[in-house]
């Protein structure tokens, strides 16, 4: 079956620091990859998501890209701000017609200033 | 603007009780899901629909009902609330496989 393994955390920074949090995943076809950001007492929103390989999902300063030959997708952000601080959450929809999203367990990140 | 609400957005029940937690969507999607969000285990798919009248399990659906009578609601039921049920739900939509789900804020249920 299809699964999505993620960096345990919490992960803590100090503002502007270079932010990874590393995802890899393993499915039977061709899945579209996504992060997403849930902030405290708020539901997930999306944040990328790319959808064939070499594919580079990028918004608000984060990007990630799409390696089927590692199958990872890692979220990268150059500088990260307090307001970064959240959980990340790792997650594929496979190509095939299934709709339904697999999600890693979440990476909590702690921006300090 | 279109939204999906989710309601109560907290409940305590006593174990054993029926339970039903609503979800409401005005994007007109055709998909709609459910999930509980426990430490440790991110999200679990308990139940989905892809249409009216359609409705399917996920990979924790014992203990959980869904029914879709149209395309804006998919309550989700707990036939007989257990301390393990204890959990945040979230209920989510979308419009093809290809797009991102919208997700509702939440309901924390507490089972005593």
């Known amino acids: 079956g299809n699964s999505v393994t993620q960096m345990e955390g919490p992960v803590t920074l100090s503002e502007e620091a270079f932010l990874t949090i590393n995802c890899t995943y393993t499915?039977?076809?061709?899945?579209?990859l996504f992060w997403y950001v849930q902030y405290p007492g708020e539901g997930l929103q999306l944040l990328l998501k790319?959808?064939?390989?070499?594919d580079k999902g990028s918004n608000k300063g984060f990007e990630a890209t799409y390696r089927k030959e590692t199958t990872s997708f890692h979220l990268e952000k150059g500088s990260v701000q307090v307001s970064d601080s959240a959980v990340y959450f790792c997650?594929?929809?496979?190509?095939?017609?299934?709709?339904?999203?697999?999600f890693g367990s979440g990476t909590r990140l702690q921006v300090q200033p | 603007d279109a939204e999906i609400t989710q309601s109560p957005r907290h409940k305590i029940t006593e174990t054993g009780r029926q339970v039903t937690l609503a979800c409401h969507q005005t994007?007109?999607?055709?998909?709609m899901f459910w999930y509980r969000q426990d430490l440790g285990h991110g999200l679990r798919l308990i139940h989905y629909?892809?249409?009216?009248?359609?409705?399917n399990k996920g990979e924790v659906s014992d203990g959980y009902s869904v029914s879709r009578s149209n395309t804006e609601d998919l309550p989700l039921t707990l036939e007989s609330a257990a301390s393990s049920q204890t959990s945040v739900y979230f209920c989510?939509?979308?419009?093809?496989?290809?797009?991102?789900?919208?997700f509702g804020s939440g309901t924390r249920l507490t089972v005593v």
């Open positions: 790319a959808t064939k390989a070499d």
């Open positions: 499915a039977t076809g061709y899945p579209s």
């Open positions: 989510a939509s979308s419009a093809n496989r290809e797009g991102g789900y919208t």
């Open positions: 997650a594929l929809r496979e190509g095939t017609g299934r709709r339904a999203l697999t």
């Open positions: 629909s892809y249409g009216v009248q359609d409705t």
């Open positions: 994007w007109n999607h055709n998909n």
